[in-house]
T-cell receptor, first 114, second 113 residues
Framework: DAKTTQPNSMESNEEEPVHLPCNHS???????IHWYRQLPSQGPEYVIH???SNVNNRMASLAIAEDRKSSTLILHRATLRDAAVYYC???????????????FGQGTTLQVKP | DAGVTQSPTHLIKTRGQQVTLRCSPK?????VSWYQQALGQGPQFIFQ???????QRGNFPDRFSGHQFPNYSSELNVNALLLGDSALYLC????????????FGSGTQLSVL
């Protein structure tokens, strides 16, 4: 399974944008990039995923580098409720939808300051 | 619409005992995956159940076993508990053939003394 590299921690101020980076230099052509987050005392929560093009949803945006070796999760206006551990995960769409197997790293702990 | 529910929320056992954790998937989901999350670490995949059978397994010993019922709910059993089995056990559900998005429960915190 392809690996990802994320900073251990990041800080942001409330109501400012946050850019969470992820490196995945060994990504294969069929790997999707997924982001999950885990709030304190909760299970992980799906945030967004994409293959090649940038993606937007109500929670965040995902910017994918042209060579797909890195990506950035963008929270447009951080709130205190966005403080969580953010996981960047690679998975083969077909394979993982059949197995539900996601390989989590240690993620990035995001602190949001008021 | 209830999401993924797990029971119990907390559990304390002693070494050598056996434990059973339960999970009800999100409505409409037919696939259940189990993860173990040690303190300060990301979740680690244990196994997945679909159509009442184990479909894929992570790197966990045979002491970890599971079951899926006709109503898609699932149980995780751990035998001969070790201190190192202390962790948060997470259940995730999905619909095979649908979006790859997994929905997680809040987990069962298991403490082995």
């Amino acid at each position: 399974d392809a690996k990802t590299t994320q900073p251990n921690s990041m800080e942001s101020n409330e109501e400012e944008p946050v850019h969470l980076p992820c490196n995945h230099s060994t990504i294969s052509g069929t790997d999707y990039i997924h982001w999950y987050r885990q709030l304190p005392s909760q299970g992980p929560e799906y945030v967004i995923h994409g293959l090649t093009s940038n993606v937007n949803n109500r929670m965040a945006s995902l910017a994918i580098a042209e060579d797909r070796k890195s990506s950035t999760l963008i929270l447009h206006r951080a709130t205190l409720r966005d403080a969580a551990v953010y996981y960047c995960i690679l998975s083969n769409e077909g394979g993982s939808s059949n197995t539900g197997k996601l390989i989590f790293g240690q993620g990035t702990t995001l602190q949001v300051k008021p | 619409d209830a999401g993924v529910t797990q029971s119990p929320t907390h559990l304390i056992k002693t070494r050598g005992q056996q434990v059973t954790l339960r999970c009800s998937p999100k409505s409409g989901h037919d696939t259940v995956s189990w993860y173990q999350q040690a303190l300060g670490q990301g979740p680690q995949f244990i196994f997945q159940y679909y159509e009442e059978e184990e479909r894929q397994r992570g790197n966990f010993p045979d002491r970890f076993s599971g079951h899926q019922f006709p109503n898609y709910s699932s149980e995780l059993n751990v035998n001969a508990l070790l201190l190192g089995d202390s962790a948060l056990y997470l259940c995730a559900s999905s619909f095979t053939g649908g979006s790859e998005k997994l929905f997680f429960g809040s987990g069962t915190q298991l403490s082995v003394l």
